[in-house]
T-cell receptor
Framework: GAGVSQSPSNKVTEKGKDVELRCDPISGHTALYWYRQSLGQGLEFLIYFQGNSAPDKSGLPSDRFSAERTGGSVSTLTIQRTQQEDSAVYLCASSPTTSTDTQYFGPGTRLTVL | EDQVTQSPEALRLQEGESSSLNCSYTVSGLRGLFWYRQDPGKGPEFLFT???AGEEKEKERLKATLTKKESFLHITAPKPEDSATYLCAVSILTGGGNKLTFGTGTQLKVEL
């Protein structure tokens, strides 16, 4: 079956612009996670959704970052007024439930802020 | 604070030369330890989950083991296609959710 998909695969933007990153989880997966992978650093957790609600937003680096999920499926991560330090690969993962341990990752969106 | 440390950062092996990657962790209460493989430009691919000390899992040339403080990923007679970055991650016992804390990975290169 289809895995986790993310779009766009690459995004180049200018400092100060807003960007939206999209994640389409595996069909039927109720839990959805966003991570960020910066050069030379490990993946860091940003936020997770159980259904449409986000019980844990503790990893969002600043109030410029927000995310939503509609219909228990697609999620959008929005970064407002982008800064150069936002440049990274943004990865999305899904699992059948939050108590199911295995998370399946998408290919990521590479964001470059000039 | 939960911490995951992987070593070595990079490893170069000859084809057929077995070795082990290490993942040491410090967490308040381990729920599970995960190994992923990541190829350049791709998302992490799930390999194993380990839950308790003494547990072992195998897949082809890979075997993962777990103790109370660390996990090892043993690679037996590696092939060039095993070249990738191997990531270790932990999840902890909390009220809800299953966010993963990752190490920075071991970059493995297997040469002919």
């Amino acid at each position: 079956g289809a895995g986790v998909s993310q779009s766009p695969s690459n995004k180049v933007t200018e400092k100060g612009k807003d960007v939206e990153l999209r994640c389409d989880p595996i069909s039927g997966h109720t839990a959805l996670y966003w991570y960020r992978q910066s050069l030379g650093q490990g993946l860091e957790f940003l936020i997770y959704f159980q259904g449409n609600s986000a019980p844990d937003k503790s990893g969002l680096p600043s109030d410029r970052f927000s995310a939503e999920r509609t219909g228990g499926s697609v999620s959008t991560l929005t970064i407002q007024r982008t800064q150069q330090e936002d440049s990274a690969v943004y990865l999305c993962a899904s699992s059948p439930t939050t108590s199911t341990d295995t998370q399946y990752f998408g290919p990521g969106t590479r964001l470059t802020v000039l | 604070e939960d911490q995951v440390t992987q070593s070595p950062e990079a490893l170069r092996l000859q084809e057929g030369e077995s070795s082990s990657l290490n993942c040491s962790y410090t967490v308040s209460g381990l729920r599970g330890l995960f190994w992923y493989r990541q190829d350049p430009g791709k998302g992490p691919e799930f390999l194993f989950t380990l839950y308790s000390a003494g547990e072992e899992k195998e897949k082809e040339r890979l075997k993962a083991t777990l103790t109370k403080k660390e996990s090892f990923l043993h690679i037996t007679a590696p092939k060039p296609e095993d070249s990738a970055t191997y990531l270790c991650a932990v999840s902890i016992l909390t009220g809800g959710g299953n966010k993963l804390t990752f190490g920075t990975g071991t970059q493995l290169k297997v040469e002919l």
